[in-house]
């Protein structure tokens, strides 16, 4: 899958030429029509990989990873790099300085739109071809790997901009490119629409070829239906999906908490969803929106340091993130570096507004500690884990939490704590309800639902740090502006001297690119 997946653009070209002369009708040489194009099982599955490309794109005119935005709006990181000056539209996303003219959300934005684009014709073309060229069951499954994988943009899309314009057709002429800015309310609905009837027919995970691991699955677009009930705060639906995947007995913990960010553990038993790279030392410099193959992550994370992986030295954690860890907490030395004095060689470059700590587990990292070399400059081969059984688990202890099923939910919030515990034992991260060292100070968590659901959204934070997700859990749960100003407070007076205002009813959202608003008409986001 991952050699298959990427396979760059659909080389599909339309040409008409119209003349009164019948000699001017015929098609020009080298000319390929939808409908001769699609015309074979094959040409349909690379219509497909084409949709799968820009999940994988992190580059255009800037890099727009999306932990540029889940992490460094986030209490959990500081955008680092090697000044305040470097890559200055990820310094005003981590400050609410953000204006409609950030390049890195406007390549982000339309990354997504060509997904979902590609997905449309897709779905456009795929129904309507042959039962002599594509098997029932093969077209049945490619529909609806497009409808997941649509839904999945619009998902991205959502809850970075809130209401977009909603398009489930082909833009093949110049009156459809205007549309309307839908409500968040109905991309939700759309988002649920696509991923039920993926679901329904999508294959287990189990149902794939070891080539083809990393396609969407069933359980993939349960998990999703899972996360968007979450956010339409419809905790039944969202349990229910979550007791579906639970039982499907697809999935399981791995053994060590380290191996879901190894190359070995790729695709594994954790693995729900996880956008596919590979190695591959021809990358060009210009990849960007086009052929995708390796991630630019690995080499914007790693440390400048030529001893900690000689990167660029982006997403920072923050000492707020290192002291919500737990004593005991495995998890921490998995999540963050604490780099020595002698590791760092220009701290002028390596210590970013006070903070010196690294992300670990996108740096791709040898169990030794040392760092393999990138095949090319620029990027690595790690996969980026989306969706992983755990996530999984704590979305379906939340639900079962606000729907007061208080033992469903510590159930499965003990399956992650289990495998935390430094030895398995279970004095250094007590069973719910416990008393605790969180942040320097001692926390009790009572058997009552106020407080499981602060444990959960404590251990959401610590299992699934550096993971791109804390600034979407922190809007989704109304909590954004209360813990982005007592993070503020605790930062270090450089840290507080770049900040600005957290302002409540704008910044949960991001502004709509001037570019886009300037193209298609449509409505800013307020405050912008």
């Known amino acids: 899958m991952k050699k298959n997946i990427f396979v760059g653009l659909l080389p599909i070209v339309l040409l008409s030429l119209v ?10 040489p080298g000319t390929t029509k939808l409908n001769d194009y699609f015309s074979s099982s094959a040409a349909a599955v690379k219509c497909i990989n084409a949709a799968y490309a820009p999940l994988g794109w992190e580059y255009n005119t800037t890099y727009f990873s999306e932990w540029f935005i889940g992490d460094v709006a986030s209490d959990d990181t500081l955008k680092g790099g090697q000044n305040i000056g470097d890559m200055a539209d990820a310094y005003d996303i981590e400050n609410f300085k953000t204006t409609a003219n950030n390049t890195l959300l406007l390549d982000y934005f339309r990354a997504q ?45 959502v809850r ?3 209401g977009v314009p909603i398009v489930d057709f082909v833009v093949d002429s110049s009156d459809k490119w205007n549309q309307p800015r839908a409500t968040s309310d109905a991309v939700y609905e759309f988002i649920v629409k696509d991923l ?32 968007t009930y979450l956010y339409m705060k419809d905790y039944a ?82 000492q707020n993130l290192y002291d919500e860890f737990e004593p005991g907490d495995i998890r921490r030395d998995e999540t963050i570096i604490n780099p020595t004095d002698e590791q760092i060689e220009t701290p ?82 007590p069973k719910f309800p416990y008393t605790t060292t969180i942040q320097g100070a001692t926390v009790t968590y009572t058997n009552t639902q106020a407080d499981l659901r602060k444990a959960i959204r404590h251990e959401r934070r610590v299992e699934l740090a550096m993971e ?52 298609e008409g449509i409505e800013q986001n307020p405050g912008y």
């Open 348 to 429: 002028a470059q390596e210590i970013y507004l006070g903070d010196r700590y690294l992300n670990k587990k996108y740096a791709w990292i040898n169990d030794d500690g040392t760092f393999p070399r990138l095949s090319h400059a620029t990027r690595g081969p790690l996969n980026n884990k989306v969706i992983r059984y755990s996530d999984v688990l704590l979305m379906y202890a939340e639900a079962c939490c606000e729907l007061n099923n208080l033992d469903r939910a510590q159930w499965a919030l003990e399956q992650v704590r289990s495998r935390a515990r430094s030895n398995g034992e279970s004095t250094a991260l």
């Open 160 to 162: 970075i901009y809130g």
């Open 19 to 28: 003349s009164c002369q019948d000699w001017l009708t015929d098609d020009t």
């Open 237 to 318: 639906h969202a349990k229910q999906w979550g007791d579906s995947i639970i039982n499907s007995g697809q999935y399981s913990l791995c053994s060590k908490y380290h191996d879901n960010f190894t190359l070995a553990g790729e695709n594994g038993v954790e693995s729900v969803f996880e956008i596919q790279y590979m190695d591959d030392a021809t990358s060009d410099y210009g990849e960007g929106d086009g052929f995708t193959r390796g991630s630019f992550t690995q080499v914007l994370t790693r440390s400048r340091s030529s001893q900690l992986g000689s990167g660029w030295g982006f997403n920072k954690p923050t």
């Open 113 to 157: 739109y060509q997904g979902i684009s590609r997905c449309n014709l897709a779905l456009t073309e795929i129904p309507a071809m042959s039962s002599d060229s594509i098997s029932d069951a093969m077209r049945s499954r490619l529909i609806c790997e497009a409808e997941y994988l649509r839904a999945f943009y619009y998902f991205r899309l």
């Open 468 to 519: 791109g997700g804390r600034w979407f859990d922190l809007c989704r749960w109304g909590v954004a502006k209360d813990v982005m100003e007592a993070y503020n407070a605790s930062e270090t007076s450089e840290v507080k001297a770049n900040m600005s205002t957290f302002v409540e009813g704008k910044n949960e959202l991001f502004p709509i690119p001037s570019k886009e608003i300037e193209l």
């Open 196 to 227: 039920a009837d993926a679901q329904s027919r999508l294959p287990l995970k189990s149902g794939y070829s070891s080539t083809d691991l990393g396609r969407a699955t069933k359980g993939a677009a349960q998990a999703m239906l899972l996360k």
